[in-house]
């Protein structure tokens, strides 16, 4: 499918290491706290210590001299350094020290491994879904999804949702491969049939060589050579090679050039036709292959809606691009049968039968151009009835 590979807009990877880098430097300056919290205490607990053994007149005079530093520096100084901090730079008091501070660097350490266990679980949790979902769709199992877990990263979550949304493509890509493997084989296979036999009957004479019968023939032919085109094109967007001609144009001109293409089938159809568009509406694009688009789309309600008895083709700018939208007053499409009508050869039972005629290619072929400019197409339910067809366009 085409877009599995592309490039989109994804939110920048800054939150993922600014909440590592948050919790690491928390971590750190708890640590640290914890270090320098147990190293004050000791200190204030040993300067208590030798407070409470200092002489009471001796105390009192001390307690003077702190209140004011300045009036008697020198003897502030002298019972420093008698009573109190005179054995602080002893070898003594700094092997104490070292024990100290040794310690609480051996209490903080559990601290340490528990945050960071904390902070590896969280991570861990969520990366691990990840590469255990990544392991079985590596061995097969496209239907494998990665689950969110509980207080992940942002960023985690995202990458998270982003792998799902890869895998979900990826499973939709093989279903459809394999579905359209055996659909494009029967479908090259009933005209090719269709217009052998009647060859073969003219050949044994059973049919008369007569102009109906070549036409007969002639439009078996026709419908092979069109889904060998369809496939084609669908190989070239898909592998990115589809050459893209952008040219700026009206978009209200080229609805009504494709609109008056489709006038003749619509008035034997007995719908009834509009372009709602403003003529300043300019647009930046392959006119032709969005024309095509625009044909596939009138088509696909003149195959399945005339019963509604009207079709209304619109263009509107809206922020982030321009809308053209295909609204019908048919049947629309089941709720069930929405997400599939972009898929190759899909048909739903009620309402895409082969007998209504086109090969089940016509929206796949649609998606893939718009996809190819760098747009969407997108299928819904009106809410009055009929379906809506929309192609959203980067302007």
Known sequence: MIGL??????RPGAPLWRWIGVRMIALAMSAILFVCGGMWLRFAWWEGHLRAKIPAPVRQELDMLEAQPRGDRQRLLQIYGEY???????????????????????????????GGAWMSLRLSRQLSAVAISADRIAQGDL?????????????????????????????????????????????????????????????????????????????????LNHLINDLYLLSLISAEQLA???????????????MAWAAPRLRELGMQAQVEADDALQLRADRDRLGQVVSILLDNAMRYAASGGWVIVQARLQEGGVIIAVDDGGPGFAPEHLARACDRFWRAESSRSRHAGGSGLGLAVAAAIVQAHGGHLSVHNRDGGGASLRILLPH
């Open 244 to 258: 893209l001609s952008p040219s700026d144009f009206a978009v209200r001109s080229l609805l009504e050039e494709r």
């Open 143 to 223: 239907t494998s999804r990665a689950a969110l877990a509980q207080h992940s990263p942002e960023a985690l979550r995202s990458l998270t949702d982003d792998f799902n949304r890869m895998a979900e493509r990826l499973e939709r890509r093989e279903r459809e491969l394999q579905a359209s493997s055996a659909a494009t084989a029967h479908e090259l296979r009933t005209p090719l049939t269709a217009a052998k036999g009647r060859l073969q009957g003219m050949l044994d004479g059973v049919f008369e060589p007569t102009a109906q019968n070549f036409q007969l023939i002639m439009r078996q032919l026709d419908q």
């Open 5 to 10: 590979l592309r490039k989109r807009r994804v």
């Open 84 to 114: 109190m901090y005179g054995e602080y730079f002893t070898n003594e008091s700094e092997n104490k020290d070292l024990l100290f501070f040794g310690g609480f660097i051996l209490l903080s350490i559990p601290l340490i491994l528990v």
